[in-house]
């Protein structure tokens, strides 16, 4: 129900933008999100934004990754720039409803080559 694209191969320095497109029968979403799982570690969280468009960054993100919301499109973005090989991993996005659901991506693989 939530379909990830945008992942790709790309050498430091580099930039890539995923896109999260939420099907029509998830309603009430209230936050969107991007976690990445490195292999061998822990998901974690890369960026949320609320429905009222508040954003909230993990630190190894401020001031190169950028998130964003259309809310008429039920789309989220993340614009990924200054890539460096330590964000190699597989990014999912996650949707929180109002109605306490959660629904994950399928993930997509971005790989920075040094």
């Known amino acids: 129900q939530l379909q990830a694209s945008g992942g790709g191969l790309v050498q430091a320095g580099g930039s890539l933008r995923l896109s999260c497109a939420a099907a029509?029968?998830?309603?009430?979403?209230?936050?969107l999100g991007w976690y990445r799982q490195a292999p061998g570690k822990q998901r974690e969280l890369v960026a949320q934004v609320t429905s009222g468009g508040m954003t909230n960054y993990a630190e190894f993100g401020k001031g190169r990754f950028t998130i964003s919301r259309d809310n008429g499109k039920n789309t989220m973005y993340l614009q990924m720039n200054s890539l460096k090989p330590e964000d190699t991993g597989v990014y999912y996005c996650?949707?929180?409803?109002?109605?306490?659901?959660?629904?994950w991506g399928q993930g997509t693989q971005v790989t920075v080559s040094s």
């Open positions: 029509g029968s998830i309603f009430s979403i209230n936050i």
């Open positions: 996650h949707a929180h409803t109002t109605t306490w659901q959660n629904f």
